[in-house]
């Protein structure tokens, strides 16, 4: 059973950085899955805001974060990171990294079709 442990979250001034981390453990490299980071606000719905495909190969990011964001992945850690500058208050939300199996030439941001799903870490993004 693929697990997925979320970290990095916390308490961040706007204008600042974090970098969350998704480490892999099931025994099978993390370039075996398309990963996929979401996050969900209080009283708002579910939204994918960067993917990489099977391998890394091919990444995207919502609009909302395309420029702030930068997904990556260390094979030797089975570690997959989101690079998060220039926070906004509006990135405050929990946050949640997914795996999925099926090979992908290219990710996709929409969740329902990720097999694992992480616990999620909180970011709030305030002074």
């Known amino acids: 059973q693929l697990q997925l442990v979320e970290s990095g979250g916390g308490l961040v001034q706007p204008g600042g950085s974090l970098r969350l981390s998704c480490v892999v453990s099931?025994?099978?490299?993390?370039?075996?899955?398309?990963i996929g980071w979401f996050r969900q606000a209080p009283g708002k719905e579910r939204e994918g805001i960067s993917c990489s495909s099977t391998t890394g190969a091919s990444t995207n990011y919502a609009d909302s974060v395309k420029g702030r964001f930068t997904i990556s992945r260390d094979i030797a850690k089975n570690t997959v990171y989101l690079q998060m500058n220039s926070l906004k208050p509006a990135d405050t939300a929990v946050y949640y990294c997914?795996?999925?199996?099926?090979?992908?030439?290219?990710?996709?941001?929409?969740?329902?079709?990720?097999?694992?799903w992480g616990q999620g870490t909180q970011v709030t993004v305030s002074s």
């Open positions: 099931s025994g099978v490299s993390v370039n075996y899955y398309g």
């Open positions: 997914a795996a999925l199996r099926l090979f992908q030439r290219t990710c996709n941001r929409s969740g329902p079709q990720y097999d694992y």
